[in-house]
């Protein structure tokens, strides 16, 4: 439960940011969308049900603030998320590498989803300049400031759940000597 509470004070904290100090930091005219970044990450650090909670909240605050029709964004943000925690058994705490490569990967699917719900269903059939212009520059842009995301993520997972050590039962501190792995 402690998971599903620091995960929305989390994605509160990012769509203030997103919606408030980000438009200010744009390059090449597109911001990071730091929704992608938590929904992937909680994806992937935890699974697909805090993956489609995450990205449930995410896609409801772009949906409700921003959105005339109420259910696309919450539609992108879940299949996000939900993608994400399928590949939750790749997880490993110091390996950025696939991380990363799924949160780029999640960013431009975002950015095609995002496309053909606004805008090949009003006729404009410009992909490549949307995929150059937009989709490109901002996938960049969000996986670098997501490592920062990230690896913050990582650190309040090790400070609300700390590793704890499990004593060794004489039996098996025994069986441990004996099996040795080659």
Request: include cysteine; aromatic fraction near 16%; proline fraction near 3%.
């Amino acid at each position: 439960m402690k998971r599903y509470i620091s995960m929305l004070l989390l994605t509160i904290v990012c769509f203030l940011l997103q919606t408030s100090v980000f438009p200010h930091l744009k390059l090449t005219n597109v911001m990071p969308n730091l929704l992608v970044v938590i929904t992937s990450a909680a994806g992937f650090m935890y699974g697909r049900k805090l993956g489609l909670f995450t990205g449930f909240f995410c896609g409801a605050f772009i949906d409700l603030l921003y959105s005339s029709v109420v259910g696309v964004s919450i539609f992108i943000y879940v299949l996000i998320g939900y993608c994400n925690g399928m590949i939750n058994k790749l997880y490993f705490k110091d390996d950025l590498a696939i991380p990363l490569f799924a949160l780029a990967i999640s960013d431009l699917a975002y950015g095609f989803l995002y496309y053909v719900c606004y805008f090949l269903m009003r006729g404009r059939l410009e992909i490549l300049v949307y995929l150059i212009q937009v989709m490109i520059p901002e996938m960049i842009y969000t996986t670098v400031i997501g490592i920062f995301i990230y690896k913050f993520m990582h650190w309040l997972e090790e400070k609300m759940y700390p590793e704890q050590e499990i004593p060794l039962g004489k039996g098996e501190a025994e069986k441990q000597d004996t099996y040795h792995v080659v």
